[in-house]
């Protein structure tokens, strides 16, 4: 079963940036779509981008569109999340999950995901 370790995660002010990474074990992670979730506390986990395996489909929560690029970056086996422009609302605990499958309507849905890193804390905060 493939492991997933998130990293990157920080205390950042608003405006400012971070790349989140996700790194897999044992396994090639091109195999995989990969999909970033966030949850913040008393709140439920929120979609906010997705990877194709191929890396030629990407899809972003309205929230983060035009701030967050996900990328991935095969010969490090590793999937990025580029994030600018942070705002205090985006801080969370960040996941990146990987599935097999997924439609263009539930590839930002966390029941289309079996297996799921730790998660890293990103606050964002002044």
């Known amino acids: 079963q493939v492991q997933l370790v998130e990293s990157g995660g920080g205390l950042v002010q608003p405006g400012g940036s971070l790349r989140l990474s996700c790194a897999a074990s044992?396994?090639?992670?091109?195999?995989?779509?990969i999909g970033w979730f966030r949850q913040a506390p008393g709140k439920e986990r929120e979609g906010v981008s997705y990877?194709?395996?191929?890396?030629?489909?990407?899809i972003y929560a309205d929230s983060v569109k035009g701030r967050f690029t996900i990328s991935r970056d095969d010969a490090k086996n590793t999937v990025l999340l580029q994030m600018n422009s942070l705002r205090p609302e985006d801080t969370a605990v960040y996941y990146c999950?990987?599935?097999?499958?997924?439609?263009?309507?539930?590839?930002?849905?966390?029941?289309?995901?079996?297996?799921w890193g730790q998660g890293t804390q990103v606050t964002v905060s002044s």
């Open positions: 999950a990987a599935t097999q499958y997924c439609s263009s309507r539930d590839c930002l849905a966390s029941y289309r995901y079996r297996t």
């Open positions: 990877i194709s395996a191929t890396g030629l489909s990407t």
């Open positions: 044992w396994y090639t992670l091109a195999d995989y779509a």
